[in-house]
């Protein structure tokens, strides 16, 4: 990216900065990509000239320019946060573009409020090489006006069976490894990529799930699944991988991230491994903090997601994980499907929802407004401890709203209240159960690196 010469004044929004817990009403003054000051009653400093570097048919050059770019933004009664960072996201690029591609979802993410997110690897061709970790970086630089890290896949071709070459995916950007939308089953083999990631510093982020025990389910197993007639998934096919690879990373001291949390027993696995030292971080996606299997009414694809919605105890468990830190991050798993992979019933249609364009409101009505997170919470959640799951701030700045820092930011409306509509979605998905719901909290706009990505219509 290439940091904007624009000046940009934020006036009067509550700052919320997780990392120097600040949660405060003042001014920002943005210029040039960088936050320049913080404080009362702020304004742009005079025009003058700068020199800046340009390259001229490959070589240096020094132009002189004068910026009368200006925007003062009025932000009062808005929380202004540092940009949100997504972990778990699928772009679909290479190889199924026509559910996605890396510049609609990167669309939809900065709509979302987020300016750095993490694509998985199960496209086609597996992420699983660094020539392949580069297609997505240098399109990204292209067509994206946002962060996009690329995290390669842990086995070739997603296939189980040997180590992909990791160190090489990590010296092209791969931030971490995962397999996720598999597990590794090879005990053995989750082992030697652990102890890999160790070497490098870049954890791994497990989708846990024991497919033997999913047995063809398509939602929770209990009373919901055995009214409607649809094979379940049990607890237990998330929470033995999850036992498992706990394990594995207290043996080799890897960096442990559990992707999608959604059992008690889960929760309680981690909650148990922090208090033991173990490296371990965990996730949850907004539809399993919000939905739970009875609001299942009928055989809906809308509701078929992997893994599933589950009892509201467990629900309550991922609430609770949360409001103590036991789970560190908010992520989407957004997941576009075609119209004709979410047709008909649950027992054909694929899994998956999307989240980039639902996450931030179903986490202030469900989070915020529910008392379970502090305004400041769900800024760490979304935004600082994600970035330092996956030492994302290296590349980007250390993940604070401060003088100097790179200006990457969000403002979201806490207040305002509204209905979604799938049909306005800047992803190419319209797969989501929360069609119609009124909800409260509104992204107004997105800031990555001093450009204005994104804009709410109506502010």
């Not at 000239?49 to 003062?72: L, M, P, R, Y």
């Not at 772009?91 to 890396?102: N, Q, S, V, W």
């Not at 090489?168 to 053995?188: H, L, Q």
């Not at 309550?316 to 789970?327: C, H, K, P, Q, Y």
């Amino acid at each position: 990216l290439f940091r904007s010469a624009m000046q940009i004044l934020i006036r009067r929004g509550r700052l919320l900065d997780p990392i120097s817990q600040t949660d405060k009403v003042t001014d920002i003054l943005i210029e040039d990509g960088y936050v320049r000051q913080i404080g009362d009653n702020l304004d742009f400093p005079a025009p003058e000239k700068k020199q800046i570097a340009k390259k001229v048919n490959g070589q240096s050059a020094d132009d002189e320019v004068i910026s009368d770019e200006s925007c003062t933004i009025n932000a009062e009664g808005c929380w202004v946060m540092p940009g949100l960072v997504d972990l778990h996201v699928h772009l679909r690029d290479p190889g199924l573009t026509y559910k996605e591609d890396i510049e609609t979802g990167s669309a939809a993410a900065a709509a979302g409020g987020y300016t750095t997110i993490c694509a998985m690897p199960n496209t086609k061709p597996v992420i699983d090489t660094a020539d392949k970790v580069n297609y997505v970086r240098f399109k990204a630089a292209s067509v994206s006006l946002i962060h996009v890290m690329q995290i390669g896949a842990v086995t070739k071709g997603q296939k189980g069976r040997e180590l992909a070459d990791i160190a090489a995916m990590v010296d092209a950007g791969s931030p971490a490894i995962s397999e996720d939308g598999k597990t590794v089953k090879d005990a053995r083999l989750a082992k030697k990529a652990m102890e890999t990631a160790a070497k490098l510093g870049i954890p791994v982020f497990t989708h846990c799930e024991d497919t033997d025990l999913v047995d063809g389910g398509v939602m929770n197993d209990d009373e919901n699944s055995r009214r409607l007639d649809l094979p379940g998934i049990c607890n237990s096919s998330e929470d033995v991988i999850a036992a498992r690879n706990i394990l594995l990373a207290k043996e080799t001291g890897a960096k442990l991230h559990l992707c999608h949390v959604s059992t008690k027993e889960s929760v309680e696995m981690v909650r148990i491994a922090k208090k033991m030292g173990i490296k371990v971080s965990a996730g949850v996606c907004p539809n399993h903090f919000t939905l739970t299997s009875d609001d299942i009414r009928r055989d809906d694809p809308m509701f078929k997601m992997n893994p599933p919605v589950r009892r509201s105890e467990d629900r309550d468990a991922l609430l609770e994980g949360l409001r103590d830190g036991t789970i560190d991050c908010i992520a989407t798993d957004h997941a576009p499907h075609a119209v004709n992979e979410k047709f008909g019933s649950m027992l054909t249609s694929a899994f998956g929802i999307v989240g980039l364009e639902t996450a931030v409101p179903l986490a202030v009505t469900e989070l915020v407004g529910k008392g379970v997170l502090t305004p400041l919470g769900l800024a760490a959640c979304m935004s600082a401890n994600p970035a330092a799951v996956a030492d994302l701030t290296q590349q980007y700045g250390d993940g604070r709203i401060a003088e100097d820092n790179p200006a990457d930011i969000v403002i979201i409306d806490p207040a305002q209240e509204w209905v979604i509509d799938k049909r306005k979605f800047r992803s190419k998905g319209r797969n989501t159960p929360f069609d119609g719901w009124k909800v409260r909290g509104r992204v107004k706009m997105t800031i990555c690196e001093g450009e204005i990505v994104y804009r709410d219509e109506h502010f």
